[in-house]
């Protein structure tokens, strides 16, 4: 009651007060939103991938950019996998060209309709076996380069350029930094290797479903997991490192001010501390005032960082090349619940303090 | 509600060896229930951090303070607390209110710590307020009240848990002598209506005469015991 009465009192004192709470919880969460964009960025439609294991060509180091599977391999990677359900898929970065003139790349990944290769579409409809010049195209693509479905783009790879129809749009996020168009594993090859001819390679990788595929491996094959796959996307790896770091330091170092924060406040509040034990309230007493005041001013800022947060995510989307940025639920309520559980460690720190306050201090001096 | 206080022997030292002050010197006294007793002295005569000891804010280097027989110097912690919370009601010199608080928050501040019945709480303090004048002051922040608003206040709050003991540090120091006489006649009848304990520190002689004895202090030391002319 006291804490709360004195918030109400002290408008301007908490508002500044709540406004640090807000700014360091924006600070954080923008940085893990950050971190988590970029994660994304890297590779969400591997992540989306409808597999539990991944096939490389066992002389590629796990890199999708040099695998390249025979169909010989693929049929034994699906004979000897033991998976329930395989499915070959192609890659390739090809360029466009934007209608701002600007030549950007994007991923290109080659499918069989009717596979676990296949993605959901969201708008628009499947490729079907007859659409050798259709295109699905994730919502990033689109996004970046200003078309819809029903219009036409040209994909260049190498000297050879061809003009595809996009049938439908996705949302399976972009592939080794790009964003993704998904067509026929014909197509892929025609294009990749500029031939259907026995002997061309026929798949970059191979999907897998199952239960224990990763880590098994055959001749000219080895299989691993979607994250450990992931994790050898090329400058992944690197990128992780430096994004966890930011993370755990933006964590730390929020939480570190939060918390001395609020250590800051209830040491000056020893006066009134003193006032108070001295007409008979207990260390508890005065503790859980203290505690109902930072909790609140914490929640406050909190409650204004998240969705400052997700805003600035939205408003971000809308720009042509956004930043990468992306928010997870998990990454709401862990950063909320962490700069909470600092805000209470700074009252919980201050505890002793608290305890030690003398309440012959009350009577301002002695004789 | 019938209290005793008896203290014995009381010594205060702060500091240790050349540094050491002595507050209090061996003071004993007793006092009888519906008493109103004043205790005067010089700055530095050790009046108050007496009124400290026996307020529990303090411990007693030496001696012994019996409330109803029980030996207060020897409480500490939450048993302390329980003391200063339901036996005794301090007044302090400078008032000492929570300054976000309006006067009658201040006054509920002793029920909630108190754990009271907060309907009988707020009639309480109506009544406090209203018996000092202070009824129509009862919404105004402790800041917005003059100096002598707000030692009526922290008078009410000391009131506020119906203590048995009543300590009081200077009261009138920031009214006028109209107010101050005002006020003290009511912390009397108050204490003698109740058969409580009023003690009262004060510079003011003319406060002091009020009193049904007067206590004299001088460098730590009891040295004069005066029952008023009206005691």
Same mark, same amino acid.
């Given at each position: ?140 693509? =689109? ?11 040209? =994909? ?42 026995? %002997? ?37 790896? %690197? ?44 260390? %508890? ?83 | ?20 002050? *002595? ?37 007693? $280097? ?8 029980? &030996? ?53 303090? &109506? ?15 402790? $800041? ?27 009261? $009138? ?29 004060? *510079? ?13 202090? *001088? ?5 004069? *015991? ?6």
């Amino acid at each position: 009651m006291i804490g709360f009465l004195e918030i109400r009192r002290r408008k301007l004192q908490f508002a500044l007060v709540g406004l640090i709470v807000t700014l360091i919880s924006y600070l954080v969460l923008m940085i893990n939103g950050l971190g988590v964009g970029l994660n994304e960025q890297a590779g969400r439609a591997l992540r989306n991938f409808d597999a539990d294991a991944i096939a490389y060509s066992d002389r590629a180091g796990l890199s999708v950019i040099r695998s390249e599977l025979s169909a010989e391999t693929v049929e034994r990677i699906e004979a000897e996998s033991g998976a329930r359900e395989s499915a070959p898929l192609g890659y390739m970065a090809v360029n466009y060209t934007r209608n701002d003139g600007k030549v950007k790349s994007a991923a290109v990944l080659g499918y069989d309709p009717g596979t676990i290769g296949e993605p959901p579409v969201t708008e628009g409809r499947p490729l079907t076996p007859a659409d050798a010049d259709g295109l699905l195209a994730d919502r990033q693509f =689109l996004r970046a380069s200003g078309l819809k479905v029903g219009d036409t783009v040209r =994909l260049a790879i190498r000297l050879q350029e061809r003009e595809f129809t996009i049938v439908g749009e996705l949302n399976e996020g972009a592939f080794f930094f790009q964003p993704s168009v998904y067509m026929l594993r014909s197509t892929w090859q025609e294009m990749k290797y500029g031939t259907n001819a026995p %002997g061309t390679p026929v798949a970059s990788v191979v999907l897998l479903k199952g239960d224990g595929l990763a880590g098994k491996r055959g001749a000219g094959w080895e299989a691993v997991s979607k994250s450990t796959a992931f994790a050898n996307i090329e400058g992944v790896s %690197g990128q992780q490192s430096t994004v966890q770091a930011l993370q755990v330091f933006g964590y730390l170092i929020g939480g570190l001010v939060i918390g001395v924060f609020f250590y800051v406040l209830t040491l000056q509040k020893t006066p009134q501390i003193g006032v108070l034990k001295a007409v008979g309230a207990t260390t %508890g007493f005065i503790f859980r005032q203290l505690l109902v005041q930072a909790l609140l001013v914490a929640l406050g800022g909190v409650a204004i960082a998240v969705p400052l947060a997700w805003l600035t995510n939205e408003g971000i989307k809308q720009v042509p090349d956004p930043v990468p940025i992306a928010f997870t639920t998990g990454t709401f309520v862990t950063t909320s619940a962490l700069l909470l559980l600092m805000a209470v460690l700074g009252v919980l720190f201050s505890g002793r303090q608290v305890a030690k306050v003398d309440p012959i201090i009350a009577l301002g001096q002695q004789q | 509600m019938s209290i005793r206080l008896k203290v014995e022997n009381l010594e205060k030292i702060y500091g240790e060896g050349e540094r050491a002050v *002595h507050a209090v010197r061996g003071v004993s006294f007793a006092t009888e229930p519906g008493e109103f007793v004043a205790i005067v002295g010089p700055s530095g005569s050790g009046k108050t951090t007496m009124l400290a000891m026996i307020g529990g804010l303090l411990t007693p $280097t030496r001696g012994t303070i019996e409330v109803n027989g029980r &030996d207060i110097a020897r409480l500490r912690g939450k048993e302390l607390a329980e003391y200063r919370r339901q036996k005794v009601g301090f007044v302090f010199q400078a008032n000492n209110l929570l300054p976000y608080l309006t006067a009658r928050e201040n006054l509920l501040v002793m029920a909630r710590i108190n754990g009271s019945d907060l309907k009988a709480a707020r009639a309480r303090a &109506d009544q406090l307020l209203e018996e000092l004048g202070l009824a129509a002051r009862r919404d105004a922040l402790a $800041t917005e009240l003059s100096g002598g608003e707000r030692q009526r206040v922290a008078i009410a709050r000391a009131l506020m848990n119906d203590p048995e003991l009543v300590l009081v540090d200077e009261p $009138t120091a920031s009214l006028d002598s109209a107010r101050g006489k005002q006020v003290v006649e009511s912390l009397i009848a108050e204490v003698k209506g109740r058969d409580k304990l009023g003690l009262m520190v004060t *510079h003011d002689m003319a406060m002091a005469e009020m009193a049904d004895r007067v206590l004299e202090m *001088h460098d730590g030391q009891l040295v004069a *015991h005066t029952v008023a002319a009206r005691g």
